[in-house]
Nanobody, 124 residues
Framework: QVQLVESGGGLVQPGGSLRLSCAAS????????MGWFRQAPGKEREFVST????????AYADSVKGRFTISRDNAKATLYLQMNSLKPEDTAVYFC?????????????????WGQGTQVTVSS
């Protein structure tokens, strides 16, 4: 089991930046691939970014490529998502998720543990 707690969300103006964090507790954080997902009102949960267990392989949704950066600190058992050049369409609840396999993946159904989410609102 692993417990995940996101933080760092908030209200930001278009073009601004936020850094999300996901603190993990429980089993060894370094044994999990991790991902970020988001869900806007009335929409399905969608993939944002993923990283393998040691952070050597990453992937991004086309909509965030070049603007968002995923990273992890296994010593601190924390996953991050640096979000720059934010747009109103980035508004959503952002979730981190852990996968009991070392390799990264994009579909939400391949993740075993989820945090409660943190709200990101991009608006002027």
């Amino acid at each position: 089991q692993v417990q995940l707690v996101e933080s760092g969300g908030g209200l930001v103006q278009p073009g601004g930046s936020l850094r999300l964090s996901c603190a993990a507790s429980g089993r060894t954080f370094g044994a999990y691939a991790m991902g970020w997902f988001r869900q806007a009102p009335g929409k399905e949960r969608e993939f944002v970014s993923t990283m393998n267990y040691i952070g050597s392989i990453t992937a991004y949704a086309d909509s965030v490529k070049g603007r968002f950066t995923i990273s992890r600190d296994n010593a601190k058992a924390t996953l991050y998502l640096q979000m720059n050049s934010l747009k109103p369409e980035d508004t959503a609840v952002y979730f981190c998720a852990a996968r009991r396999i070392l390799t990264h993946s994009t579909p939400p159904y391949e993740y075993d543990y989820w945090g409660q989410g943190t709200q990101v609102t991009v608006s002027s």
